[in-house]
């Protein structure tokens, strides 16, 4: 558990292991299509695979993040704010977060697929820095619609990568 007071909202923490029924319930709250619990629990076997849970102790859970860690690549499979508590900054707060946890790990590029009508998705990666670097049609169901591609490549310190001693 992490707790952090540069967060938009106060008394926010990141619980790093939540179960898979602490993350199924925020991805259900958080996605048309959710992923079950049973899909959480065969994820979390795998080594690369990460999920957050944003939480607001003694209030409820806000956020959640899920993510695929392969380095030099970072994949981010789901982001979601529970829909009482978007347009704070949860979002772009979790994703500040993310790249600093992907830059200690040496990984150079952050990706992720999101549906081409999904406009605040969109917004958030664009304002964030992500480049569209391509495009899949029909790639999603419920709602149907094609993907783009988003990438971040990340800059390091040099020092950091050991380019220079
Ligand atoms: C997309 C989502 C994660 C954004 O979460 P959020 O906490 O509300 O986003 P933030 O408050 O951090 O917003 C950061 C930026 O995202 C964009 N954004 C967020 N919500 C937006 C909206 N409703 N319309 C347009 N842009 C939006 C804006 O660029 C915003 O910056 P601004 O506040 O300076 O305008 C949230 O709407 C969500 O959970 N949606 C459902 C799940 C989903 O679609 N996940 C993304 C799949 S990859």
């Known amino acids: 558990m992490i707790a952090y007071s540069d967060c938009p909202v106060r008394d926010v923490q990141i619980s790093l292991q939540p179960s898979a029924k602490e993350i199924m319930e925020m991805d259900f709250l958080c996605f048309t299509l959710p992923w079950n619990e049973q899909d959480y629990r065969e ?5 690369s695979f ?16 899920a993510f695929q860690s392969v380095p030099p690549e970072l994949e981010i499979l789901r982001l979601g704010v529970h829909p009482d508590w978007r347009k704070r900054g949860l979002a772009e707060f979790m994703l500040e977060q993310l790249e600093i946890l992907a ?26 820095a992500y480049k569209e670097t391509g495009s899949r049609k029909n790639y999603f169901r419920n709602p149907s619609g094609g993907a783009l591609l988003f990438k971040k490549l990340l800059k390091h ?8 001693y």
């Open 157 to 164: 310190d040099a020092w950091l990568m050991g380019w220079i």
């Open 103 to 128: 830059k200690s790990d040496r990984i150079e590029s952050l990706w992720l697929e999101v549906h081409a009508a999904n406009k605040s998705a969109v917004s958030l990666y664009s304002k964030l």
């Open 50 to 65: 990460n999920n957050w849970l944003l939480e607001i102790p003694d209030v409820c859970a806000v956020g959640m993040l």
């Open 43 to 47: 994820m979390q076997k795998q080594p």
